[in-house]
């Protein structure tokens, strides 16, 4: 079985800065995916960035990067210049690849960004 | 743009009065999935359609069905909605399940919040 652990239930950040979001996982499988989505006051889940676990490289998409380290079994999202916008609940998430299992979430950090 | 799209946003329904949450999708995805959220929850999943395969979730509750007329539609059947059932309904689709990675990736509409009276 797989388990995601955001330690962080709330996060406050001054706008225009960087912040990470911490994500811990626990799998056997050697192969999977990771996902980090962000959910707004208004409910929708936004897919904000994938990492899979043979992936070289980072992820990184426009402001939002993906630090991996596979060997920590860490997947923390780094948020650059945040904005007034980014206040909203972000999960992370993971996929055994190869399997028909479920899409796991962590229980989510919710994020504040400040003037 | 290609979406998920979820109708109505709100409903809301009275105690044991049955009631059906629309999905639909332009991705021409194969899978689509139902998740119920509480407040500050994680998602839960439901069940979930690979392509016309219904897969329900062990501990869901008989009270909740789903039905996939077609690629692009999925609806979610509450036969006798209780006070618990009082939640966000999410829909989501992904391109595939059970392969390779990013394809796995699923996209959300923007909920279905449901009150139960």
């Known amino acids: 079985a797989q388990k995601i652990t955001q330690t962080q239930p709330g996060m406050f950040v001054q706008e225009k800065e960087a912040v990470t979001l911490d994500c811990t996982y626990d799998?056997?499988?050697?192969?999977?995916?990771l996902f980090w989505y962000k959910q707004p006051s208004s409910g929708e889940m936004i897919f904000l960035i994938y990492?899979?676990?043979?992936?070289?490289q980072n992820a990184t998409e426009g402001r939002y990067s993906l630090n991996f380290q596979k060997a920590r079994k860490s997947a923390n999202l780094v948020i650059s210049a945040s904005q007034l916008g980014d206040s909203a609940m972000y999960f992370c998430?993971?996929?055994?690849?190869?399997?028909?299992?479920?899409?796991?979430f962590g229980t989510g950090t919710r994020l504040q960004v400040t003037l | 743009d290609a979406m998920v799209i979820q109708n109505p946003r709100y409903q809301v329904t009275q105690f044991g009065k049955p009631v059906t949450l629309s999905c639909s999708q332009t991705?021409?995805?194969?899978?689509m999935y139902w998740y119920q959220q509480k407040s500050s929850q994680a998602p839960k999943l439901l069940f979930h359609?690979?392509?016309?395969?219904?897969?329900n979730e062990a501990d869901t509750p008989d009270n909740f069905q789903s039905r996939r007329p077609n690629t692009s539609f999925c609806f979610l059947d509450i036969r006798s909605p209780g006070l618990g059932d009082a939640a966000m309904y999410l829909c989501?689709?992904?391109?595939?399940?059970?392969?390779?990675?990013?394809?796995?990736?699923?996209?959300f509409g923007p909920g279905t919040r449901l009150l139960v009276l």
């Open positions: 989501a689709t992904s391109r595939a399940r059970g392969l390779a990675g990013k394809q796995e990736t699923q996209y």
């Open positions: 799998t056997s499988d050697p192969s999977y995916g």
């Open positions: 990492q899979g676990s043979y992936d070289q």
């Open positions: 998430a993971m996929i055994p690849t190869g399997t028909a299992s479920k899409l796991t």
């Open positions: 991705l021409n995805h194969n899978v």
């Open positions: 359609y690979y392509d016309k395969d219904f897969n």
